[in-house]
């Protein structure tokens, strides 16, 4: 892209120096425009690691489920065997 923005400043006779700061300006703030919003994208690389993150936090939330659950029979089980 630079080099099409070099050649049509210089078609419009601009001095190929300023043509070439030019060229390198709207580079320069395409960059920083870039580097603005690069943290904001949402990548693949982004996704898989939620999913990962996903996928062990729900490993963890049905654990913690089925503990509270055996707990709970078991506490069951010892009310009825005591129960008058």
């Given at each position: 892209?630079?080099?099409?923005?070099?050649?049509?400043?210089?078609?419009?006779?601009?001095?190929?120096?300023?043509?070439?700061?030019?060229?390198?300006?709207?580079?320069?703030?395409i960059d920083r425009r870039y580097?603005?919003?690069?943290?904001?994208?949402?990548?693949?690389?982004?996704?898989?690691?939620?999913?990962?993150?996903?996928?062990?936090?729900m490993t963890e939330m049905q654990?913690?489920?089925?503990?509270?659950?055996?707990?709970?029979?078991?506490?069951?089980?010892?009310?009825?065997?005591?129960w008058p």
């Amino acid at each position: 892209m630079e080099l099409e923005i070099f050649e049509a400043l210089t078609a419009a006779n601009v001095p190929s120096e300023k043509a070439k700061a030019v060229a390198a300006s709207i580079d320069q703030a395409i960059d920083r425009r870039y580097a603005l919003h690069k943290e904001q994208l949402f990548t693949k690389a982004d996704g898989a690691e939620m999913e990962a993150r996903l996928l062990r936090a729900m490993t963890e939330m049905q654990r913690w489920t089925l503990t509270a659950l055996f707990g709970a029979l078991a506490a069951l089980a010892v009310l009825i065997k005591f129960w008058p």
